[in-house]
């Protein structure tokens, strides 16, 4: 798909690229965002302004680097936009504040009382918010490392690392209260 | 709940990232059957292993999967539809904008043109003036020494020759400022 596409690109047929790129990469788009601004809707709204961005931004596409990683490097910086725009000083890297947290309440949205559920999904909120991003992706990339690496635009060994450590926290925090007293 | 879980939990430093990918099975499958042999041998990675696999299964059920609109396909379309036609408007209103400043410019070159002819002209006119009055002074002389018998008629034939020679100058210089290329041959 991606090979058709860089063919029309090479081609100045920036029309007919969109076309194919917009069902090759429309939900890998959506999951990314979603993943960092863990909102349904605002996760559509965010992949709908991305490949407007995309659309507009084509003929100047360079190909130096790779298709995807530039159509994920906008998208992240859509939803960076978007995250500024509702907490000014809004960082990829800053744990997640409590105002946080409660936004990200929202995402529970699967099956209604299931509390083992609903507590893991509270414990991955309090993970610092590249963990949260990194854990998300994973499960909705299908456990794939590489996936989530060129999403987040990230060495391998970080994403692997950000997982580790996510995974180990997740342990600790699920531990019953006397063995982690003990 | 602590910051840190006791040590006694932790599996060994050199193969803890390895567990983890064993258990996602990403480890190539030579490191794999050594990771193993540890594990059978190590009580503390092996429970640690069941603990996040244990963990992740449990991520694996409760992530959400979120999915986007049946409509988002056509609401996309619609965007990009309006985008084209304001693009399309804002070409046409440029094209537009292009080919009235052509014209313009094209109006000032023939306006300068007629003032050009106009001057040449009147130098023309005062060549010729200039010229019948010298061949009238010295017309007789200069028709006797070339061998003309009508000194008048020596001197009209050269100031006719002088205006068509000015005339045809003229006129070429006019095809070469008309003759410059339309605003669609420029933008297609």
Known sequence: MEAGIE??????????????????????????????????????????????????????????????????????NTCLMELRRRRPTVSFDDPDSHEAQQAAASIATGPAGDPERDNLLRLVETLPANQQQAVRLFYLEDRSYD??????????GTVKNLLFRARKRLMELARPEEVQAA | MNAEAPARWDPCEDYALDLMELGDGTLPP????????????????????????????ALAAAMPRPELSPDFDARLRGRIGELSSHTRAERSDLRAAIEHEHERMVDALRRGLRLRTAL??????SVAGGLLAAAHSIGPDLAHTLGFADSTLFGLSTTAALIVAASIAAAASARRWLGSPSPSVLFG
């Open chain 1, 147 to 156: 996936a989530v690496a060129e999403a987040l635009g990230m060495p391998l």
């Open chain 2, 120 to 125: 040449n002209a009147a130098a023309t006119a």
């Open chain 1, 7 to 76: 063919e029309h690109l090479a081609a100045g047929r920036h029309a007919r690229a969109f076309d194919l790129i917009v069902p090759a990469f429309r939900d890998r788009v959506f999951r990314l965002a979603w993943s960092i601004l863990k909102d349904r809707a605002a996760a559509e709204d965010a992949t709908q302004e991305t490949l407007v961005r995309v659309w507009k931004a084509l003929p100047g596409f360079d190909g130096r680097a790779a298709l995807g990683t530039w159509i994920y490097a906008i998208t992240r």
């Open chain 2, 30 to 57: 030579e490191r794999a059957r050594t990771v193993r042999q540890h594990v059978d041998g190590c009580t503390r990675c092996r429970h640690w292993m069941a603990e996040m696999t244990a963990v992740g299964s």
